[in-house]
């Protein structure tokens, strides 16, 4: 139903209620039982077990469960026992992570107004929010959060903060007349209250019409849970992965098997042989590796203020092609700031950022001293005064503002030219009568007794409605009439500086007589301030950063589309006068799906949108194969932050709501940090691939040294414990150190992965295949060699030292995308140096280590067995970067190079 288009009377005698007594206590309750609490439906927490049994849910994980249970079936406890350790382990790390980030969700859960005010029986009381029901009056104050939503039917000097369910950041002027629009925007309904909001001035009375689900935020919270989450790239890449070395693995394993059997070979051998074969060719590190390298990347991540909720986000954000931000608190720094003042004849720039009291003031760039200057302190001074904000240091020594951030703004210029309201109050300035600002007037006034005993009242307000009401103007500190002239000089100066996306506010002056003078008449004009909500310093720089590496940036928001354009040309969004490059919700709201995805492409603005407006927009875009960052703060976001490839919640401003539908939460607010956060990401990525390289090149020559052996009528060169012990400590350690490569030369200089390639490319295949090859014919030729010189157990441990050593030098050969990684910049990656140290001492105690050597079927190795590991060790590394040169091999890899 339309209500902000109704007449009030017909309202209310729809919703059956009193505006002068309310509805009674016996009808409250007998509608609460048909209503229900006013309570909204919350995300039910997971568990921890929960958390845990996810852990599982993986394929390779399926298949080592299945390793296990044939090793337990075969009698061979001992790899049985070492499959299910790498199982609980994998298990165990994701779990960590997981676990902390649900924890640290869990320690914001405190929002939700708890109290409501309403006229019941004639008589206004306090209850409990979940017990207001249609037909209640709420009463509302400066302060309160709105608990319902409601219909306006007294509004005195009320204003709004709506940003929680509009993303409108400024407060909305509220009033009781009827709204013509049954289509108005959410943002536009100036009649009616919502659910979620705050009152930031003034009071009122509204008439609930709506509780709980059928609220307009109950409305975004149903969306929510129709919102299918999207799985992630890498989710996507990991699972074909994950199939592939299945479908491999059972294969290899069936061909070796069938090939024993028509060889002659016992069936319980092979079947033991199949399953070693199994075991080599499944990465058993893979998951604990995968998982993490996340981890890392996501600690790298909250150390530069991005908190990862989901571990595949970390990934995400290296694939991600465009970034939809919000722009109050994002791109800006949510803190508007004085940045022009007109006086007559004159322009002044004020300098400085923010609330920080620091900056000068400028003409033709030359600094003014306010002091120095009548005109300028007189317009400072008023601002001042007619003023109620304050400014004051937080517990964080941060400067912040108590009260309107307009106001806000005059009081820091103010107090960058030396003019603080306590010092002017400790010098004789006395207030006497305020009036507070009107919405339908645009004006405000307070009124001073000053310390020589004379009586001024300074005004604020709207220019044109400010200027009509002066007769005179101050100018080199001298009053003159103001002519036709002047008016017009004024008129086309507030033009000028509304155009670049000031908000202007005029100030004026007079004397009286007292306090009941009339202060809106035959006042003198001091002046126009021009302020803003500044752009952060990085968020242009980040932009660039963003664009250079091929990935557009789109600003949504519930501004206005003037407000909105002036900070993107500001931030080098906009560029060029293309007014496709701006849609309106409304607009956004009337075209269709296909439209849309038509228009899309060249609009860098959505300006005044709805929920879902952004949920359609971020829909659209993936439709086009785009792989969509979304951010936002309040609780008309979640469902697009939930439908977004990756959402980007607000660690600061966001709602819970907001934060919950996330994947990521932003610790300070900035959009910069997204960019930091897609650069973490993308060579997030890359380590990945450089692990699934080493891994899969150095699982792939355990195959082959064992199929070329039982081809050529060789004892198997390896047994499963050796398999086990070369995929589990000599893999995974430089496996691991892959994960902390710092980025390589270029990693935003190149466009985002196409979203639909596999891990797996050709050129990427072709590598893992010729280096495996190199790698296994090396261990097969030791193994040949010195299987007619040495025992069995010799030759399987020379086998199983070059393989192992092999592997140690290949993280050279992998940790450089183009090139070997044996220079300085090992020296930046202390964990890989760490890493292979301990894979040497382990592979030294596992042919030293008398209970090892009984455990792993080694011999302690000779001088001679050295001299034929060390040869087949390093023999790979020269035909392996020779490898490299061939062109069927080259592949540009996107956020490594």
Known sequence: MSW?????????????????????????????????????????????????????????????????????????????????????????????????????????????????????????????????????????????????????????????????????????????????????????????????????????????????????????????????????????????????????????????????????????????????????????????????????????????????????????????????????????????????????????????????????????????????????????????????????????????????????????????????????????????????????????????????????????????????????????????????????????????????????????????????????????????????????????DAIAEAKKAGIQTKIITGDQPSTAAAIGKRIGLLKDKNENAILHGKELARISQEDLMQKIKNTRIFARVSPENKLDIVKALQKKGEIVAMTGDGVNDAPALKKANIGISMGISGTMVAREASSMVLSDDNYATIVKAVKQGRVIFTNIKKFIHYLFSCNLSEILVIFLSIVAGFPVPLLVLHLLWLNLVTDVFPALSLGFEPPEKGVMSTAPRDPGEKILTRPFQWKIGIQGVILSLAAFSAYIYSFNIFSLEAARTITFLTLAFGQIVHVLNVRKVNGFGLDRSLLNNKVMLGGLTITIILQLFAVYVPFLNYILTTVPPTLSMWIIVITASLVPVILIQAANLLPFVQEGDRGGK
């Open 4 to 540: 902000h288009t109704m007449e009030l009377d017909d309202l209310v005698s729809n919703v059956n209620t009193n505006l002068q007594s309310g509805i009674t206590q016996k009808e409250a309750e007998k509608r609460l039982k048909e209503y229900g609490p006013n309570q909204l439906k919350q995300k039910k927490a997971v568990s921890p077990w929960q958390i845990f049994i996810n852990q599982f849910k993986n394929i390779i994980i399926f298949l080592l469960i299945a390793a296990t249970i044939i090793s337990i079936l075969l009698g061979e406890t001992i790899e049985a026992a070492a499959i299910a350790v790498v199982i609980v382990l994998n298990a165990i790390l994701g779990f960590i992570t997981e676990y902390r980030a649900e924890q640290a969700m869990d320690a914001l859960k405190k929002m939700v107004p708890t109290k409501a005010k309403i006229l019941r029986d004639n008589k206004i009381i306090k209850i409990e929010a979940k017990k207001v029901i249609p037909g209640d009056i709420l009463i509302l104050e400066e302060g309160d959060k709105v608990t319902a939503d409601g219909r306006l039917a007294q509004a005195d000097n009320l204003t709004v903060i709506e940003a929680p369910l509009t993303g409108e950041s400024e407060p909305v002027s509220k009033k009781t007349q009827k709204l013509d629009d049954p289509d108005e925007n959410l943002g536009d309904r100036v009649n009616m209250v919502y659910m979620g909001t705050a009152v930031a001035r003034g009071s009122g009375k509204a008439v609930v019409i709506a509780t709980s689900k059928q609220t307009e935020m109950g409305n975004i919270t149903q969306m929510l849970e129709e919102t299918e989450e999207t799985e992630t790239p890498l989710e996507k890449k990991m699972a074909h992965l994950s199939h592939t070395l299945v479908y491999i693995t059972l294969s290899i394993a069936a061909i070796v098997a069938v090939l024993g059997l028509l060889t002659g070979k016992e069936i319980v051998s092979m079947f033991y042989t199949a399953l070693a074969l199994a075991i080599s060719a499944v990465p058993e590190g893979l998951p604990a590796v995968a998982t993490i390298t996340l981890a890392i990347g996501m600690n790298r991540m909250a150390k530069q203020k991005a908190i990862i909720r989901v571990l595949p986000a970390v990934e995400t954000l290296g694939s991600t092609t465009i970034i939809c931000s919000d722009k109050t608190g994002t791109i800006t720094e949510n803190e508007m700031t004085l940045d022009k003042i007109w006086l007559p004849g004159k322009h002044i720039k004020v300098t400085g950022k923010g609330y920080k009291p620091e900056g000068e003031f400028l003409h033709d760039n030359n600094p003014v001293k306010p002091g120095n200057d009548d005109d300028l302190k007189n317009l400072l001074r008023a601002g001042l005064l007619c003023s109620t904000a304050s400014l004051q240091k937080n517990e964080k020594d941060k400067w912040e503002i108590a009260g309107d951030p307009t106001e806000g703004a005059l009081i820091v210029a103010a107090r960058k030219a030396g003019i603080e309201r306590n010092s002017l109050l400790e010098n004789g300035y006395k207030q006497i009568r305020k009036i507070p600002f009107s919405s339908e007037e645009k004006r405000m006034a307070i009124y001073y007794e000053l310390p020589e005993g004379k009586q001024i009242v300074y005004v604020k307000g709207a220019s044109s409605v400010i200027l009509n009401s002066c007769n005179k103007i101050l100018q080199e500190g001298k009053q003159s009439d103001i002519n036709d002239d002047l008016k017009k000089e004024i008129e086309n100066n507030n033009n000028k500086m509304g155009k670049t996306g000031l908000r202007i506010l005029a100030l004026a002056y007079k004397e009286v007589t007292g306090k009941n003078d009339d202060p809106y008449s035959r006042l003198t004009f001091l002046g126009l301030a021009g302020m803003f909500d500044p752009p952060r310093e990085e968020a242009t």
